[in-house]
């Protein structure tokens, strides 16, 4: 039908071609807006294309001047009195009807739908996840490694450093955090001052400011070429806002040395895409600068000329060291890895920890001049250094069991018994996780005594956490929080949801495939199979949130488990010593 159509609009376009004393090229022109398409033009008048759409018949009826009523009715373009597509289908629907009357029968119909309900129930809602968390658990490998992998324990001590930083701002708002002789975070007095309430706000909002300024600057390295001038700049300006902002927080309150941490992360990033003598040479400039800068930002506070030039020594020794070190060793660390974030992440990790170590012996070796003070070697050794350590291992632990466990799940068809089993291990897990985290915060803090001569009075920070776990001790409690964030990752992700779908089978996907299979024997529908269907979403996503937030529910509405957990971890450590 719609051939003869096309023909027959063909043979129009000719005839009123050769009427009007056009040329294919002339037509082509004024309809196409190409004369060199008259081949176009020549195709639709011996019938040669396999289709011809209305636009295009309306496109070369205004040359032509054709009507829409002059052309076959297959090519005319719609109007304003046509009916709708929707309506135009229905017309001939209901015209087919008309001319072969035929019956709907309901058996049909309801074939039909027992054939979707029993395509979408044939996998479980269980399987269908353990397929999405399998490519979940490959994303979580290439940014943090393989279980107990080296690039696995890099990470977690960048991560590590993270958790000061974590502490560092609750101590702003709750208070001195003093371990002996160290004050990790510190408040000036500023009895009396005007709106002194103000200042840890304003630390923190520094802060964050001025790390995103610092992540802005080197987010593009290694992602395209950039000159070297503009990486002098780029670094340049991280050293100088890092430095800056360090020094006006040591003013407010925090010290220096523990707020550096948040810039070195970003920088040791960018260095990693760096050759090794290049990110050497940026890596040492860049922590002097941040190192003298944040020293004479934060002087203003000094007493005596002596505690300035101090200052002003330990950021050229401090900043000089980890950033030579640090930049070697990133740069070094990256060339072992092929994906640009994921190295980065670990070059940043590993090369902190390097960088840390040799400015620690360097700040040894310099503890009996003037240039270093006491105070300052053990602030570094705690920040950088014990705590960081501590959370790291701890991390490495966790993340390497979950992991693991989370591979064996997927890989294996877990019975319900064995989820009832695996959620047993991973709160026998969370708990021995936080009283390990109690005792090697611990033992850290007795290592850098014993190591450093700084008294760090462990036992007292100790006992007053654990008599005041949600006060005094939260610095403590959320460290040992913060230790197991993997194994809880591992139950909301892994085992939450795998609980949730078996509930779901149980209830509702099980009693659904039977009334299925009765209504396929009755050749009927049962609407109840289809409510069912629906409902086994909205039951698995409200199961797996009930479950993934029990554990957070549960330390909420018992928060005297935690003073449990720390005096398990205290008492094991008098054992020990």
Not at 320 to 328: D, E, F, N, P, Y
Not at 375 to 404: C, E, K, Q, R, Y
Not at 463 to 477: H, K, N, V
């Amino acid at each position: 039908m719609a051939s003869k159509d096309y023909q027959a609009f063909g043979d129009l376009v000719r005839q009123r071609r050769h009427a009007l004393g056009m040329s294919q090229e002339a037509l082509a022109a004024a309809a196409l807006g190409n004369a060199d398409r008259k081949s176009f033009v020549s195709a639709i008048e011996n019938n040669r294309l396999a289709k011809v759409t209305p636009a295009t018949a309306r496109k070369l009826s205004g040359p032509l001047g054709l009507t829409r009523a002059d052309l076959p009715a297959a090519l005319r373009w719609p109007s304003a009195s046509d009916p709708s597509p929707m309506e135009a289908r229905l017309l001939a629907l209901e015209a087919a009807n008309l001319a072969a009357p035929q019956a709907i029968e309901e058996q049909a119909v309801a074939r039909f739908l027992n054939r979707q309900l029993g395509d979408v129930l044939q996998r479980s809602i269980s399987e269908i996840y353990a397929e999405r968390l399998s490519a979940g658990l490959n994303v979580l490998q290439t940014w943090l490694g393989r279980p107990f992998s080296l690039q696995s324990l890099l990470v977690c001590y960048a991560l590590g450093l993270l958790y000061v930083i974590l502490a560092g701002a609750v101590s702003s708002f709750q208070g001195d955090i003093s371990l002996g002789e160290v004050s990790p975070f510190r408040t000036h007095a500023w009895a009396g001052a005007t709106g002194v309430f103000l200042f840890p706000y304003l630390g923190f909002l520094l802060l964050v400011l001025a790390l995103g300024l610092c992540w802005y600057l080197v987010r593009r390295f290694g992602l395209e070429p950039i000159s070297e001038r503009h990486i002098a700049m780029r670094l340049g300006g991280v050293a100088v806002t890092a430095g800056v902002a360090c020094g006006v927080v040591d003013y407010l309150g925090t010290a220096s040395i523990s707020a550096a941490v948040l810039f070195t992360a970003p920088s040791c990033a960018a260095l990693s895409t760096l050759s090794p003598s290049r990110a050497a040479a940026y890596g040492a400039a860049g922590g002097i600068t941040l190192g003298v800068l944040a020293a004479v930002s934060s002087g203003l506070s000094d007493d005596t000329m002596i505690a300035f030039l101090t200052s002003m020594s330990e950021g050229i020794i401090v900043g000089g060291l980890v950033g030579l070190c640090a930049g070697l060793a990133s740069a070094l660390i990256a060339r072992q890895m092929n994906d640009l974030r994921p190295r980065q992440l670990a070059a940043a990790g590993g090369s902190i920890a390097i960088g840390a170590m040799v400015a620690l012996a360097g700040l040894v070796a310099a503890g009996d001049s003037a240039a270093v003070s006491g105070a300052t070697l053990g602030l570094f050794s705690v920040s950088w250094l014990a705590l960081p350590l501590a959370n790291a291992f701890l991390d490495f632990l966790s993340l390497g069991t979950s992991h693991a466990i989370g591979r064996r799940i997927v890989r294996l068809e877990v019975r319900p018994v064995a989820i009832v089993g695996f959620i047993t291990l991973d709160f026998l897990l969370a708990v021995a996780f936080m009283v390990f985290a109690v005792m090697i915060v611990g033992l850290a803090l007795t290592g850098v005594a014993l190591g450093f001569g700084v008294e760090t009075r462990s036992q007292d920070f100790l006992e007053r956490s654990w008599a005041d776990p949600w006060g005094e001790g939260l610095w403590l409690t959320l460290m040992a929080l913060t230790t197991i964030l993997w194994t809880w990752l591992h139950f909301a992700v892994v085992l939450a949801p795998l609980a949730a779908g078996a509930l779901v089978k149980a209830i509702i996907e099980r009693p659904a495939l039977d009334r299925l299979a009765r209504s396929r024997q009755d050749s009927g529908f049962d609407v109840t199979v289809g409510v069912l269907v629906l409902l086994r979403y909205i039951v698995f996503c409200v199961s797996w949130g009930a479950l993934a937030l029990s554990p957070i529910l549960l330390l909420a509405t018992y928060p005297e488990t935690m003073r449990l957990i720390i005096g398990s971890g205290v008492r094991t450590i008098w054992l020990l010593t």
